[in-house]
């Protein structure tokens, strides 16, 4: 046969080939959908972004999908017709999302079929929040969780269920009042009672990990350095740090809302 036959041949079947392939990829991969619908893009990150982010700018019931690029693309929908999309493409905007745009399911098909073949395109829900509170404070000598610590404790325990693969990290501190080894020994009790909370509150213990620091890491000042007692900033080291971790093992976008007395403040 000569050469230039067996070419065309080869491309034939190369070409019936890629056609069932793909054909099998839109049978397999994407859901027959009985009519059009919409869908609005509203944003692309390289990292999740809380719920709350999306709460304080009006917009309810975002999802997201992680393209094969491991970007974070979130949308607002699904709607039915044109009219409510455009309705609120247009409010999405005005609530600061600038790049709003509608996508019909049945343009975003091509995105389907190409994220397909890494099985990325799916739809998740937002299931975690920013930790605006991220130390459990307590009193002189003491482990015990008044009820500001407890309800601290419930928005953790909720974070965590809503997130499985997540883990939580607690860092026992102290002030510096009594010795090293007391210090540390308050410490390994706080972080034991904050543990214990999580754990009555059904949080698997392989899911905590705890450090003890004693008096070692400050974030005030316990004396001035004339030797002056400085209570407020005693008081804010005697703590247990809260950190919540992803499976990748990055931590979480948490914010420490703790502020500090400028008179407490370490280096003043």
């Not at 307590?138 to 015990?144: K, P, W």
């Not at 008081?235 to 950190?243: E, F, T």
Request: net charge positive; with cysteine.
């Amino acid at each position: 046969m000569p050469y230039h036959y067996t070419l065309l041949i080869c491309a034939f079947l190369c070409f019936v080939c890629s056609d069932h392939i793909e054909a099998q990829i839109n049978q397999d991969s994407i859901p027959p959908e009985k009519e059009e619908r919409y869908h609005i893009h509203i944003g692309t990150y390289e990292k999740l972004i809380p719920n709350s982010y999306f709460k304080k700018a009006g917009l309810d019931k975002v999802k997201y999908h992680k393209d094969a690029n491991s970007f974070h693309r979130y949308y607002l929908g699904f709607f039915d017709s044109k009219e409510s999309a455009e309705k609120n493409c247009e409010n999405a905007v005005k609530q600061g999302f600038p790049n709003a745009k509608i996508v019909s399911t049945e343009n975003d098909k091509i995105a389907k079929i190409l994220d397909a073949r890494k099985n990325t395109y799916q739809f998740h829900e937002i299931t975690y929040d920013e930790l605006f509170l991220r130390s459990v404070h307590f009193n002189f000598a003491s482990a015990q969780l008044d009820g500001p610590a407890q309800q601290l404790l419930h928005e953790v325990y909720m974070i965590l269920v809503r997130n499985p693969q997540w883990i939580v990290q607690l860092s026992g501190h102290s002030d510096s009042v009594g010795s090293p080894a007391t210090n540390i020994k308050i410490s390994k009790e706080r972080v034991r009672s904050v543990k214990k909370r999580l754990i009555n509150f059904g949080i698997q213990p392989e899911r905590i990990k705890t450090r003890v620091f004693g008096e070692a890491a400050p974030i005030a000042k316990n004396r001035e350095k004339t030797g002056e007692d400085v209570p407020s900033g005693r008081q804010l080291n005697r703590r247990v740090c809260i950190g919540i971790y992803d499976q990748n093992g990055e931590m979480v976008n948490i914010k420490d809302s703790t502020i500090v007395p400028f008179d407490a403040e370490l280096g003043n």
